[in-house]
């Protein structure tokens, strides 16, 4: 009964190669989010969605392609992979109110070499 | 300058002591704030979130000073679980969370 759920926890990959990264949630919130991670530990948002509806697109190269196929789904897709890729990628999600709180998924730890 | 500063710490304690930690914002238009806690390598969750009236949850208060923008955490009888990276957290009203640094907390026995 996981609230939000993220797979594969590990990603070891090549540069230049493409993979990607899913997320669920069974929490019935219609907002969901992905974070960075990096080696500093300082987490920065990198997509918001709505309701499948992009909200927040922070400068992120375009090799980084969100897809949500229903409210409880936002998957990563990263093509094109670089070193400067690696970091841990977090998912979350939240009910649009004032006071939203966000819950986080376990994260996926990538390592491109 | 950073949207959220924290001190990094770390912040070395001995169980039972009592420890502080401040952040500041930049962002005068932000409307909610929250303390997170992180543990090495797991995802942040929620600790509390910080009201202006100040609030309190057991051993945790936090507080809000809106004019300074400037949030505090204040951990009481500091546990050896206490020992986490505890992330100031502000939310502009874009839907996102903005981050500090976090201040690493490192209880003693």
Not at chain 2, 19 to 40: E, M
Not at chain 2, 56 to 75: H, K, P, V
């Amino acid at each position: 009964d996981t609230a939000v759920s993220q797979t594969p926890k590990y990603l070891v990959t090549q540069m230049g190669n493409d993979k990607s990264i899913k997320c669920e949630q069974n929490l019935g919130h219609d907002t969901m989010y992905w974070y960075k991670q990096d080696s500093k530990k300082f987490l920065k948002i990198m997509f918001s969605y709505n309701n499948k509806e992009l909200i927040i697109n922070e400068t992120v190269p375009n090799r980084f392609s969100p897809k949500s196929p229903d409210k409880a789904h936002l998957n990563l897709h990263i093509n094109s992979l670089e070193l400067g890729d690696s970091a841990v990628y977090f998912c979350a999600s939240s009910q649009v109110r004032l006071r939203e709180t966000q819950y986080f998924g376990p994260g996926t730890r990538l390592l491109v070499l | 300058r950073k949207e959220v500063e924290q001190d990094p710490g770390p912040f070395n304690v001995p169980e039972g002591a009592t420890v502080a930690f401040n952040c500041t914002y930049s962002n005068s238009a932000s409307q909610s704030f929250f303390w997170y806690r992180q543990d090495c390598r797991k995802e942040p969750k929620l600790l509390m979130s910080v009201y202006s009236s100040g609030n309190e949850d057991g051993r945790f208060t936090a507080q809000l000073n809106r004019a300074s923008q400037y949030i505090s955490l204040l951990i009481r009888d500091s546990k050896l679980s206490d020992s986490a990276t505890y992330l100031c957290v502000v939310n502009t009203g874009r839907r996102a969370l903005t981050f500090g640094s976090g201040t690493r907390l490192q209880v003693q026995p």
